[in-house]
C-alpha cells in the first residue's frame, strides 16, 4: 500500500481517481461496504482507488479537554485498509490551521485542485469543512460546479443498529465484546508493549504480560477477558484482566492491562504483541486474599480454554 501525505502531494500526480474522505476509526463493516464501492467503480472506471483520512482525529486537536478514545491508532487503520486491499491511502495532517478552511474551499483547491477527483463517495453521516459545513447538499453543489460525480451511501446496519464507531464503543464501554466485534466484523483488538511490573502474577501461578499502550486508545471495560494473543508469527489463547487488582494493591488506582498466556513459555519484555477480545468473563472483584484469588484464577483459566478451544 502507499501512503502519501496530502501536503506533499504535487498536482496532477492521479488521473481522475475514485475518491473517499473519512476518519475510518475502527475500518468497521459499515466501513468495509464503502470500501468495496469505491474498488467497485475505480474498477469500472479504470481509475485509482483513494482513502483520504485525517491524523489526528479532529476531536483530539479541537477539543483537547475532552478526550475520546479511538478504536484504531493510525498505523492499526492503515493496517486495516490494507487488508480491505486498498493500495492508496492520503493522509492530512490535521492541525487548527486545516480545521479552519472552508469545504468549499477543500474541494475547490484539496479534492479538484490537487487529487483531480471524478467521484466522491460519502458515508451517510459524512461531513468535512470548518465547523462540518461540507455536507451532502454543499458537497452536490460544488460537484456541479467542478465536474465531478458525488456517491452518496445509505447507512449499514446489523439488525435495527446502524454500524458506526460510536456504538461500537458502546458496546465496549458496556464490555459486550461479541456486539462490538460483530460490527467490526473482526475480533476488537489493542497492541502495546510488555513492560516490566510487579512480577506478583508469578507467585501466584499465573505469570502475566503487563501491557502500555496509546493512552487515547480505546479499552473495554474493566473485567477479565478471554482473548487471542499474538507474538511474532504465533497465537496463544489467554486471559486478561483490565483493571486495579484490588486484591493485591487496594489503595493503589492506577489501570493496569495484564494478561496471562495459556501453553506459553518464554520471556515476552519488551516485545509488542496484540490481543483480540472474544468475551468478557466477569467483572473485577476484590477477594479475601490471595488463596481465593488464586482459586477464581483457576476458574477463569478453565473457562477460557473452554471458550477458546
Do not use: C
Not at 465547523?131 to 460544488?142: A, I, M, P, R, T
Amino acid at each position: 500500500m502507499e501512503i502519501f501525505h496530502f501536503s506533499e502531494l504535487r498536482k496532477g500526480i492521479f488521473n481522475k481517481p475514485v475518491v473517499t474522505v473519512g476518519i475510518f476509526d475502527g475500518v468497521h463493516q459499515g466501513h468495509v461496504s464503502l470500501l468495496n464501492q469505491l474498488k467497485n467503480i475505480s474498477t469500472r472506471e479504470s481509475s485509482d482507488a483513494i482513502v483520504v483520512t485525517l491524523w489526528p482525529h479532529p476531536r483530539m486537536v479541537l477539543y483537547p479537554d475532552k478526550p475520546i478514545k479511538l478504536l484504531t491508532t493510525l498505523d492499526e487503520k492503515l493496517t486495516l485498509l490494507e487488508k480491505n486491499n486498498i493500495k492508496k491511502v492520503v493522509v492530512i495532517d490535521f492541525d487548527r490551521q486545516f480545521a479552519s478552511i472552508s469545504a468549499q474551499d477543500f474541494i475547490r483547491n484539496g479534492l479538484v485542485g490537487t487529487l483531480n477527483l471524478s467521484y466522491l463517495l460519502l458515508g451517510y453521516d459524512n461531513h468535512f469543512g470548518h465547523n462540518k459545513e461540507g455536507k451532502v447538499d454543499v458537497v452536490k453543489q460544488e460537484a456541479e460546479k467542478w465536474g465531478f460525480k458525488v456517491v452518496h451511501l445509505a447507512p449499514v446496519f446489523s439488525g435495527e443498529e446502524v454500524i458506526s464507531s460510536t456504538n461500537i464503543r458502546l458496546y465496549l464501554e458496556l464490555g459486550n465484546i461479541e456486539m462490538a466485534n460483530e460490527l467490526l466484523g473482526y475480533q476488537f483488538f489493542i497492541k502495546g508493549k510488555v513492560i516490566l511490573g510487579k512480577q506478583l502474577g508469578r507467585t501466584l501461578n499465573f505469570p502475566t504480560a503487563n501491557l502500555q499502550v496509546e493512552t487515547y486508545k480505546m479499552l473495554p471495560r474493566i473485567g477479565v477477558y478471554a482473548v487471542w494473543v499474538q507474538v511474532d508469527t504465533k497465537t496463544y489463547p489467554g486471559m486478561m484482566n483490565i483493571g486495579f487488582r484490588p486484591t493485591i494493591n487496594p489503595i493503589i488506582k492506577e489501570k493496569t492491562l495484564e494478561v496471562h498466556l495459556l501453553n506459553f513459555e518464554g520471556n515476552l519484555y519488551e516485545k509488542e504483541i496484540t490481543v483480540s477480545f472474544v468475551k468478557r468473563i466477569r467483572d473485577e472483584i476484590k477477594f479475601s486474599g490471595i488463596e481465593e484469588l488464586k482459586q477464581q484464577l483457576q476458574r477463569d483459566r478453565d473457562m477460557v480454554l473452554k471458550l477458546l478451544t
